[in-house]
């Protein structure tokens, strides 16, 4: 008989043994609006709702600002799932997100073409 395990289920030939859409509850669509590069954060304030393991599991991983992109590596779970997950936490008050800082400044042409350079040597 297998010994249990701690994390999702895992089959090394198969993979994830429950499918992403289960995680979600079948939901496709974040509640929160959320971008890749959103930071996500931990308010310290328990969950208001009992949540599955995933929830847990993501929850812990906002201890500090975190890209919504690095929690779903670290989950092995696709975006659109881990966004749904972190909206119910967000929902819950056990998260904040913010929107990524983008800068407005153009890119200096010159580092484009030295890059553009780099990559044509590279061929």
Not at 13 to 39: E, K, M
Not at 95 to 115: G, I, K, M, N, Y
């Amino acid at each position: 008989m297998p010994a249990p395990q701690d994390g999702p289920w895992l089959d090394d030939a198969a993979g994830r043994l429950i499918r992403p859409y289960t995680v979600s509850n079948g939901r496709t669509r974040p509640t929160a609006t959320l971008d890749l590069l959103s930071q996500v954060m931990a308010t310290g304030q328990p969950p208001q709702a009992p949540l599955g393991p995933e929830h847990s599991q993501a929850l812990g991983l906002c201890e500090g600002p975190t890209s919504v992109a690095e929690i779903a590596a670290h989950l092995r779970l696709p975006a659109v799932v881990t966004k749904v997950l972190l909206s119910d936490l967000v929902d819950c008050g056990a998260v904040t997100a913010r929107a990524p800082r983008f800068h407005h400044t153009p890119t200096d042409r010159s580092l484009l073409e030295a890059v553009l350079d780099g990559l044509r040597r590279r061929l």
